[in-house]
């Protein structure tokens, strides 16, 4: 719309176009044909900006995609890893209790035929109890057998014998001792059974 003002000055009234007047008259001095071209290759060029920002979109929810399966794969190794990492090391350390449980059968052995008071058989029954509780820091404990009901999946007999007074099925003897770190045997009891 064209602004008209009026000078006031004179009796005269005196029309003076606005500037938006001028640039009117220049766009209707335009041919037509032009301003459609024109209007077209505005068009054209805004249709091809929303195709590039449909594509770089389209782009963009790919490699988001992407980068979110790559961060779960990566989650999912990490896990497999600490897991097998964990399983390593309760493997290492069963392994190394394995090798020492002879031992403690040793010492076992060797102090049930002993006299209590002698100073040397003192010292290795400190080094026993020493061995005993590292082992038990460890989570290795022994399975109690003597005077148990018979369990095949956690006991190992060696053999059947009647004993007067005792149910059939009830461990009454223990020829070695189990030990158990966790929930898994490291070395099942050998037992005797009664008939």
């Not at 989570?139 to 149910?167: C, R, S, T, Y």
């Not at 070695?176 to 070395?187: A, C, E, K, T, V």
């Amino acid at each position: 719309m064209t602004d008209i003002k009026y000078a006031a000055d004179s009796k005269k009234k005196v029309k003076i176009l606005d500037e938006s007047l001028s640039t009117e008259a220049a766009k209707m001095d335009m041919p037509e044909a032009e301003a459609t071209a024109e209007e077209a290759q505005e068009t054209q060029r805004i249709d091809e900006l929303e195709k590039l920002v449909a594509e770089m979109t389209e782009k963009g929810d790919e490699l988001l995609a992407n980068l979110q399966r790559e961060r779960a794969d990566f989650e999912n190794y990490r896990r497999r890893s600490q897991s097998g990492i964990s399983e390593a090391y309760a493997n290492a350390k069963a392994d190394v209790v394995i090798k020492l449980l002879p031992v403690l059968d040793n010492f076992d052995r060797a102090l049930n035929n002993t006299d209590e008071e002698d100073p040397f058989v003192k010292g290795v029954t400190m080094v026993y109890r020493q061995l005993k509780d590292i082992l038990a820091a460890l989570g290795v404990n022994e399975i109690e057998a003597l005077n148990k009901e018979f369990d095949p999946n956690i006991h190992d007999a060696a053999m059947q014998e009647e004993v007067p007074g005792a149910e059939p099925g009830i461990i009454c003897d223990v020829f070695s001792r189990g030990y158990i770190m966790g929930d898994r045997i490291l070395r099942h009891p050998t037992v005797k059974v009664a008939k």
